[in-house]
């Protein structure tokens, strides 16, 4: 018996909620395995790998789902108070994100070793440079009258569009890192492969979140 169509939207609705809560579950639990694993305090450079995470996996994870239809932790929540909040959690991702560049360029000046000189370093350093220009572009959000040139449609389009660009440099970037010898020794066998697929379900959400919200509707406009 074919469904109908409001069993397939009510179907379609139930797996992105069971998603995007997956996805609340992943980046959360995958900054405490972080945390867990460096025991924050015990060196220098274990400040890196959590703040990193902190920033990429957990609070701009969050910041994006605050917009997600079915999965919003601000769902009853008024458009601007979700703007708010996104910004916050932006702001906070990006200072998390400037202060484990620091760290890992002083620790690595300290031991005399080269830095950019990896595809982590290089898109560490790409993503955090990014993520600047991006909350900067939210400026033009928060005060559109400053693009008199622009619509506000246009600039919301733009925005989630090179955000999701964003995001995915910041999952690229902590994939990259497991590659690293010090998470290859740390993290062997089944836990590896669960750490990989961290940031590719997170990814997977927010993209078909940002492409439902943004990319499908503006083609489906005549």
Known sequence: M???TETESWIYRFLRAVSGAAAHLVSLGFTIFVAVLVRPGSSLFSWHPLLMSLAF???MTEALLTFSPESSLLRSFSRKAKVRFHWALQLLS????LMGLGII??????????????????????????????CMGGLALLYPKLMKNWTLAKLK???????????????????LGMFSLWFTT?????????????????????????SNA??????SQP
């Not at 360029?105 to 990014?130: D, E, Q, R």
């Not at 066998?189 to 997170?202: A, D, F, M, R």
């Not at 943004?214 to 083609?219: D, I, N, S, T």
């Open 214 to 219: 943004y990319l499908y509707r503006k083609r």
């Open 186 to 210: 740390a993290v062997t066998g089944i836990l590896w492969y669960l750490s990989v697929l961290c940031p590719i379900l997170t990814s997977l959400v927010i993209m078909n979140q940002v």
């Open 105 to 134: 360029s002083y620790n690595k000046y300290l031991n005399g070793k080269a830095h950019f000189v990896t595809w982590h370093g290089l898109t560490g350093l790409l993503m955090v440079l990014y993520a600047s220009m991006q």
């Open 57 to 59: 996996s957990f609070l």
């Open 157 to 175: 389009l733009y925005h989630a569009t090179s955000g999701l660009v964003g995001y995915l440099l910041g999952c690229a970037s902590l994939m």
């Open 94 to 97: 990006l200072l998390c994100a």
């Open 2 to 4: 074919a469904l109908t």
